[in-house]
């Protein structure tokens, strides 16, 4: 039974680094030299979507930079081309500007924009929010009724945002996984909400568990 339970934990482990690392491909959980399973890193996005998001938040953040220079704490993160800016700002004019700078970069469809008015958040408490986006990232592997790849998770301050393509009974699920992590303040859903019909469509199905040939009974 112990070794049973430290199996899962290690698969769960790993899972979670893998969505932490991005993976885009099958990567199998190796747990004492057996193949424990397969988790397929899906992501709801198209290929080409992904990388236009990976650009609106590389330009996004050059040209806050460029404009504001360093008085300003600002993450912009981009999903489906809608983005999410959170951080710090020093004042109400400050962020304006950087909704505005971010609503011009191109291809956003869509701002949210969740910039607290104060100082920048410490060192610490980016470690911490960091820690925070990893659990709760953990609790939604070890979840398993929800696809943990298809949310993107996203922590300041100790809240957490949540985006994804996902139907309403995934999001609800989702906010209450969250919501159980210990050090979540609040769950902001930053969700593009879609109905269980056009979710069958387009989540592929699960690559099936690969077991350890050494498992087999022999004859």
Known sequence: MKQRTLQRTLATVLAAAA?????????????????VGT????DRRTAGMQVEDEGIELRAGNRIRQQ???????????????????GEVPNAQDR????????QVENVRSVVNDLAIMPPSSLSQRSNDTL????????LVDARDITANAFKVVTERNVVYLMGIVS??????????????????????????????????????PAPVTQDPAASPRT
């Open 96 to 103: 304006q500007a950087v909704e505005q700078i971010v609503s």
């Open 19 to 35: 969505l932490a690392g991005g993976l885009s491909a099958c990567a199998p959980l190796v747990v004492g030299g057996a193949v």
């Open 132 to 139: 925070i986006t990893g659990k709760v990232r953990a609790s």
């Open 168 to 205: 309403q009974r995934e999001a609800q699920r989702a906010t209450d996984v969250a919501r159980g992590v210990s050090g979540v303040a609040k769950v902001v859903r930053v969700f593009e909400i879609i109905s269980e019909e056009e979710l069958r469509r387009i989540a592929p199905q």
């Open 39 to 42: 988790m397929m890193a899906i």
């Open 68 to 86: 504001l220079g360093d008085r300003v704490h600002v993450n912009v993160t981009s999903y489906n081309r809608q983005a999410l800016i959170t």
